[in-house]
């Protein structure tokens, strides 16, 4: 490495005095993380708060299941072709595209709910997924890139805080409504009026975001997220870093954490009463919102080995998720025979219903460590970009293929627990081989690294 200057602790508590005087506070991270949450709270929050009603809040899960299907398949092309758009329109521009398209979704399980309009479905689900791709890989890349490193767990877990409360209060506002319906049907119509209103919302806030130059981080250092070849040259290098090593150790494990999604929700509507499954969305909201901001306070301790910090992590997510699968397939095999619909005051209902708010918290955890293993493999602002676009891609892959299966009843009532245990179990080696080598050397044993890093 070359000399460096000398630099006094004067001067560096002088250059600190200045910065602070000088940030503004609609240029922080925090602002800038906060307004990526409620964009977050409009489009996939909202859209997930559908979901854990179930099926979108539908009777029966099929057509929803078949839709979201359709958007996560598209998701994997606008996923992929982020970094190229990102070229031309800004990170800031993709963030306002990727909010268009979730309210017409919303639409059409409004107009299907109300008067059994089903293309419509169809249709949003496929404005959806175009735009959908887009907002998560540019929502992905500005969490991980725009706070300072040594506070990024707890920003991140903050911003995706944001998503949760989408379906926390979607659960609070369809238990208000459905609370006296203690057997199986679908939500009230007028919860959809009211998420289409917010959703159409979220491109205008998204404009609030600062672009990248005009963050102000405390310790001064900038935020780039600039990509600077061309639109081929793009996807060639996306397609090489989708071929790293240590990004392909991790795609079993991706999968068998967001696959999950489908399955927890097809689980709740075909087991429960209305007003169970508004109360399961407002619970399970509640708790992956603590979960993952315990687990976003645990990685920012610095003063504990990023080595301890990782293996502690990963060892506590994948031992509890083994648990709740274990949990889950017991259930589901039960269920099959005996065909329940379980309301709050029948007998056993804590027994079915509790492992629905642990697979919903499991799945916030997963989510929140796939951050923080990106933001250690990534080697540059233009990678972070890619591995996000390439994160958020892989995720939908495995989306499209576990709502796709759960279309087919006999999956979704007993097959996509049985086939997401078996993915848990598979993913646990190759996934040790990446974390294995957080902090192993380089002067990164304690997270405490000169050098910035990118988590």
């Known amino acids: 490495m070359a000399d460096q200057p000398d630099i006094s602790s004067s001067d560096l508590e002088g250059t600190s005095r200045q910065n602070l005087k000088t940030i503004k506070w609609y240029r922080t991270p925090f602002f800038n993380a906060t307004i990526l949450g409620i964009c977050s709270f409009a489009a996939p929050g909202l859209w997930g708060a559908m979901n854990s009603l179930g099926a979108g809040g539908a009777q029966r899960p099929y057509l929803v299941n078949t839709a979201n299907a359709l958007t996560f398949c598209l998701m994997i092309i606008s996923c992929w072709l982020t970094s190229s758009i990102v070229k031309y329109i800004g990170i800031k521009g993709a963030l306002i595209a990727g909010t268009i398209g979730f309210a017409p979704y919303s639409a059409g399980l409004y107009l299907n709910n109300r008067y059994g309009v089903e293309w419509l479905v169809l249709f949003g689900a496929a404005c959806c997924g175009v735009s959908a791709g887009i907002f998560w890989a540019a929502e992905a890349a500005i969490g991980i890139a725009y706070p300072e490193p040594r506070n990024r767990g707890r920003l991140v877990a903050y911003w995706l805080t944001w998503t949760r409360l989408g379906q926390i209060m979607g659960g609070a506002i369809n238990l208000g409504l459905n609370a006296d319906r203690n057997e199986a049907g679908s939500v009230s119509w007028r919860v959809y009026l009211i998420f289409i209103a917010l959703q159409a919302c979220g491109p205008f806030v998204a404009f609030l975001l600062s672009s990248p ?31 790293k090593k240590e990004f392909l150790l991790i795609i079993l494990w991706i999968g068998q954490g967001v696959y999950s999604e489908a399955i927890f929700f097809t689980y709740i509507a075909l087991w429960f009463s209305v007003r169970a499954r508004a109360l399961g969305s407002f619970i399970s909201g509640i708790v992956a919102v603590i979960a993952g901001n315990l687990l976003g306070v645990w990685l920012d301790q610095n003063q504990i080995a990023l080595k301890i910090r990782s293996r502690v992590a990963f060892a506590v997510i994948m031992i509890t998720q083994g648990a709740w699968w274990l949990w889950l397939t017991v259930n589901v095999t039960e269920f099959y025979s005996t065909q329940p619909v379980y ?9 079915a219903f509790g492992v629905f708010v642990f697979l919903v918290a499991g799945f916030q955890l997963n989510y929140n460590f796939a951050f923080f293993i990106i933001g250690r493999i990534s080697k540059s602002p233009q990678e972070t970009i890619r591995l996000a676009a390439l994160l958020r891609g892989t995720e939908s892959a495995w989306q499209a293929l576990s709502y796709g299966l759960n279309a087919i009843p006999i999956i979704a009532a007993v097959g996509g627990p049985y086939i997401n245990f078996g993915l848990w179990g598979v993913s646990l080696l190759p996934a040790w081989l990446v974390i294995r080598t957080f902090g192993a050397g380089n002067g990164d044993n304690h997270g405490l690294s000169s050098e910035p890093v990118l988590y």
């Open 343 to 351: 309301d709050w005051a029948d007998p056993g209902f804590g027994r």
């Open 213 to 243: 130059a005009k963050v102000q981080r405390r310790d001064g250092t900038p935020v780039e997220l600039t990509i600077f070849d061309s639109p081929w040259q793009e996807i060639k290098a996306t397609t090489r870093t989708f071929l």
